[in-house]
């Protein structure tokens, strides 16, 4: 596995999981304990808390090549995990708990979060949610908003491969990914809006936050934004994955977009200015159909076959992951999420519910597939 190389920004990525109990598959709110053994084993940096109890969240550095994601992502896997088996509890990568039910009490005590459950009061009650957030360095605040405004019209696309969210709390959703939908329904989250200039990009947070719609117009949550904190572009649409090699997969491809969008940016092109009733739509259909249906090709208008959708994509950024060796990795592994033939994501909950363990048995697969990461770091995709 290749990647990285002069000019090609470092990328990093955090992963959420459920902390269930192997034996019932259900979530437990116990997120404080497993963060505090995580601590004193001396992965604190990598091994945090989220807004439910029932989730603990990881992050690698700043990483030049894949190899060194894929190992530091494997490393934080297996810091998480020893964490929570030393509590009886496992790690599992879905976007949404499969089984147990939320209680709305189980929010972490943060006021941050504390504020948002006083702010959107019902709509939180059953916000428990595990995502895959991609960082890819962008020193340049208004560079990296004006990146978003390409990256929108493939959004969808992203929210279809990354579709790994079909059960919530016990009930099949008809959806591939419920996580996206759950997150469509807040007017601050979801697609960002087209940003012409910084200041009108301001101004529409500002105009949100006074609605009381959003809690901070300094600390947007759309799934593109120039980090508040960091000076990277994040995108934040995906769900979490099981599978490491997934993971890495869709880390690639996003930075290639984002590399891709940044030339474009600086070329002088601000991106196309495609309605964001059509890119919500886009985004609603890829959650429900996941990537093997067709979906919305929002640049030429049209329904397109997923398969079509993901080549076109990869066209787009396949200069990019050419530079760095990564074209043939992105496709072999996304190519094999379209197709469905490698159990990925939602598909691979629905085939594994399907057998006699039912959700429980879903759940089992998510949570070998989650703690499923090499000994040392590795060079190939396995």
Not at 192 to 218: N, V
Request: glycine share 12%; aromatic share 4%; proline share 7%.
């Amino acid at each position: 596995m290749s990647g990285g190389g002069p000019g090609v920004p470092l990328l990093g990525v955090e992963e959420e999981f459920f902390l269930v109990d192997p034996a019932t598959g259900r979530i437990r709110p116990r997120a404080a304990e497993v963060v505090a053994a995580a601590r004193a084993a001396g992965h604190g940096g990598a091994v945090s808390g989220e807004f439910t109890l029932y989730q603990v969240e990881t992050r690698t550095p700043p990483c030049a090549g894949l190899s060194r994601l894929r190992a530091e992502l494997a490393a934080a896997r297996r810091a998480a995990g020893a964490a929570a088996r030393a509590h009886g509890l496992r790690l599992c990568a879905s976007g949404t708990p499969v089984l147990g039910r939320v209680d709305p009490a189980a929010v972490a005590d943060h006021p941050r979060y504390r504020a948002g459950t006083a702010q959107y009061r019902g709509m939180m009650a059953d916000f428990a949610l595990c995502a895959q957030h991609v960082h890819v360095h962008c020193p340049d605040a208004d560079e990296a908003l004006l990146v978003g405004n390409h990256l929108r019209p493939w959004l969808p696309l992203l929210v279809a491969l990354g579709a790994n969210s079909p059960y919530d709390q016990g009930r099949d959703t008809g959806y591939a990914s419920w996580r996206s939908v759950v997150r469509l329904r807040f007017p601050c989250l979801g697609p960002p809006p087209y940003a012409a200039s910084a200041a009108g990009a301001g101004r529409t947070a500002r105009l949100i936050a006074d609605a009381e719609a959003m809690l901070d117009a300094s600390l947007p949550f759309w799934d593109v934004r120039p980090n508040p904190r960091l000076p990277t572009v994040e995108v934040r649409c995906l769900d979490v994955v099981p599978k490491l090699d997934d993971a890495v997969a869709l880390a690639a491809l996003v930075r290639g977009l984002v590399r891709v969008s940044m030339r474009a940016v600086r070329a002088g092109d601000v991106g196309p200015p495609v309605a964001a009733e059509e890119v919500r739509a886009a985004y609603w259909k890829a959650a429900r159909d996941g990537p093997a249906a067709t979906g919305i090709d929002l640049l030429a208008g049209r329904r397109r076959p997923g398969a079509e959708l993901l080549e076109g994509l990869l066209e787009h950024v396949g200069e990019a992951l050419s530079e760095t060796g990564e074209l043939d990795l992105v496709r072999a592994g996304l190519s094999g999420v379209v197709r469905g033939g490698r159990g990925a994501g939602a598909a691979a909950q629905r085939a594994a519910a399907a057998g006699p363990g039912g959700l429980k048995g879903a759940v089992r697969w998510l949570v070998e597939a989650t703690e499923r990461v090499p000994d040392g770091g590795g060079d190939g995709l396995g």
